[in-house]
C-alpha cells in the first residue's frame, strides 16, 4: 500500500483486506483457543509466547489498516509525510514484537527486551525529524539503515542466544522433539528479507502482491511454531522448585 496504484488495484485491496481479516483472526485464536490444529496429541504451549504472538498478529492487522487508512483519508495530498509516517508506525510496532516472539521461544530463560526497545527510539526521532524538515532522507533514508543495523545486531544476538538455548536442552532433555526452536532463526532472517522488500518497493505492484503473500506464510508459520512448541519450564523454575523439594 505503497502509493495510489494499489488503492486503484481491486484485487489487491481484496487480497489486502483479506490478509488484515485473516492475521487478526489467527490472533483472536492464538488468544482463546487451546486446541492443537497440528499435532495429534495434545501440546501444552507457553501462554506467554501466545499472548506475544497474538499481540504481533494483531498489530500485523493493524498496520494494514494504518497503511490504508492514512493513504486514503489523511495526508492524502502530502506522500512525504504519509509515508514517513506509516513506516515509522511500523518500525516501531513490529519490529520489537517480532524481537519479542522470537526471544519468548527460548523458554531457557527470560531475556530482557528493554535493549531493543530503547533502539526504536532513534528511529521515532529521525521520522518526525524527516517530517519537521521535509527530509526524506533523514525521515526515512537514517531511519531505514538504523533499523537495519538494529535488525543485523538483534539476529546475531539471536544466533549466540539460540546456541544457549540448544546446549541447555541438550543437558536438560533426552527427547528434543517438539523444544527446538531453530527454526525461529529461518523466521528471523526471513522476515528482514520481508522488510527489505516491503520497505523499498517504491510502490511496485509485484512487491506489493509478493509482501501480502509473504504475510500469509508468516502467519501460517507463526501458528504452527507455537501450537507445536512444548512448554518447558526455565531454569529458574527449575531452580525454585529444587528449592521446594528440599524443603
Not at 29 to 50: D, P, Q, Y
Not at 81 to 98: C, E, K, N
Amino acid at each position: 500500500m505503497f502509493d495510489y496504484r494499489g488503492l486503484q488495484d481491486l484485487f489487491f485491496i481484496a487480497l489486502y483486506g483479506g490478509v488484515a481479516f485473516l492475521t487478526l483472526l489467527a490472533a483472536v485464536c492464538m488468544l482463546w483457543r487451546r486446541g492443537n490444529a497440528f499435532v495429534g496429541e495434545e501440546i501444552k504451549t507457553s501462554h506467554r509466547l501466545r499472548r506475544w504472538t497474538a499481540a504481533l498478529m494483531a498489530t500485523m492487522a493493524a498496520s494494514h489498516v494504518w497503511w490504508y487508512v492514512i493513504g486514503t483519508w489523511w495526508l492524502t495530498d502530502d506522500w512525504l509525510v504519509r509515508t514517513i509516517t506509516v513506516i515509522m508506525l511500523d518500525h516501531a510496532t513490529l519490529v520489537p514484537l517480532v524481537m519479542g516472539v522470537l526471544l519468548a521461544m527460548l523458554q531457557d530463560r527470560r531475556r530482557s527486551l528493554w535493549p531493543w526497545l530503547v533502539a526504536q527510539v532513534p528511529v521515532v526521532v529521525f521520522a518526525f525529524v524527516g517530517i519537521d524538515r521535509r527530509s526524506w532522507f533523514f525521515g526515512y533514508e537514517v531511519a531505514h539503515y538504523w533499523q537495519l543495523a538494529v535488525v543485523t545486531v538483534f539476529i546475531a544476538y539471536y544466533v549466540y542466544a539460540l546456541r544457549q538455548y540448544g546446549h541447555w536442552l541438550l543437558d536438560n532433555y533426552a527427547d528434543l522433539e517438539r523444544k527446538e526452536v531453530w527454526q525461529s532463526l529461518v523466521f528471523a532472517v526471513g522476515l528482514l528479507v520481508v522488510y527489505e522488500i516491503y520497505t523499498t518497493n517504491a510502490g511496485e505492484m509485484a512487491k506489493e502482491y509478493l509482501s501480502q503473500v509473504i504475510t500469509l506464510v508468516i502467519v501460517a508459520f507463526l501458528l504452527w511454531r507455537v501450537e507445536t512448541l512444548q512448554e518447558l519450564p526455565s531454569e529458574e523454575d527449575m531452580d525454585n522448585g529444587s528449592l521446594r523439594s528440599k524443603l
